[in-house]
């Protein structure tokens, strides 16, 4: 079985996919992580986005994702990056690697080995749409820019960060996400869209439960 969660910036698709993977005990596997590491690579070796990647800095880059009692960890070339990749850099750049055709290549490679042996839900922004369209399951989050940016801010719980550049940075990703050329972030005529403005973490779960157990 195969699961997609995606959606706008900072909806809690993360969250809802671990508490899924929990209770149907399934793998789970966060690709926009997989998209932060390489960022985070590439940043730390001076590689600009305007490049275009080789075959000889991808077999630098070793990324491993692991989802044991509850804790998702991931790690770039044995270092546990699972913190790091949510910093202000990685998030401010990310939406720029990420519409490189070969970094994505490279995702969908790790993604769909991944797929291979278990069931497994994902959460992105072009997986029910690209990755596995066929996916048993598509769900597709959404929710007004002012709350996503206040439970970013609540998560991130950095009094130095305000507010409004979360707010910012949010949008500009979306907006980067959304119209770029390859695997833009739109919801699959076949998923199951979610307002979650004004629902809870509960809430949401329940609603995405009842679609998956019949
Ligand atoms: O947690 P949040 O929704 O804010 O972001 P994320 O899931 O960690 O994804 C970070 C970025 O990676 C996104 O803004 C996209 O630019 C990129 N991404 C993507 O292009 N395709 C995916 N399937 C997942 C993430």
Redesign the pocket.
């Known amino acids: 079985m195969i699961i997609a969660i995606?959606?706008?910036?900072?909806?809690g698709?993360?969250t809802q996919a671990k508490k899924i993977a929990k209770r149907l005990n399934i793998n789970y596997r966060?690709?926009?992580?997989?998209?932060?590491a390489i960022t985070l690579f590439l940043i730390q070796n001076q590689i600009n986005p305007k490049e275009v990647i080789g075959s000889d800095i991808f077999s630098k880059i070793n990324i491993s994702q692991n989802f044991e009692n509850n804790i998702f960890s991931i790690f770039l070339n044995d270092e546990d990056v699972t913190s790091k990749i949510r910093g202000h850099k990685v998030?401010l750049n990310?939406?720029e690697y990420?519409?490189k055709p070969e970094i994505?290549k490279f995702?969908y490679n790790l993604l769909r080995k991944s797929s291979e042996l278990n069931s497994i839900i994902v959460?992105?922004?072009?997986?029910g749409t690209v990755?596995f369209p066929d996916a048993d399951f598509k769900f597709f989050l959404f929710a007004i820019p002012e709350i996503r940016a206040q439970r970013?801010h609540r998560e991130i719980n950095d009094e130095s960060i305000k507010i409004e550049s979360i707010e910012k940075e949010?949008l500009i990703?979306?907006d980067?996400?959304s119209n770029r050329d390859i695997?833009p972030?739109k919801k699959a005529k076949d998923a199951f869209g979610i307002d979650v403005s004004y629902l809870s973490i509960e809430e949401v779960f329940e609603k995405i439960l009842q679609k998956i157990i019949i």
Do not use: F, M, N
């Open positions: 995606d959606g706008e910036a900072s909806t698709k993360s966060d690709s926009g992580a997989y998209y932060r998030s990310v939406s990420a519409k994505r995702v959460d992105g922004r072009d997986i990755v970013r949010i990703r979306d980067i996400d695997a972030l």
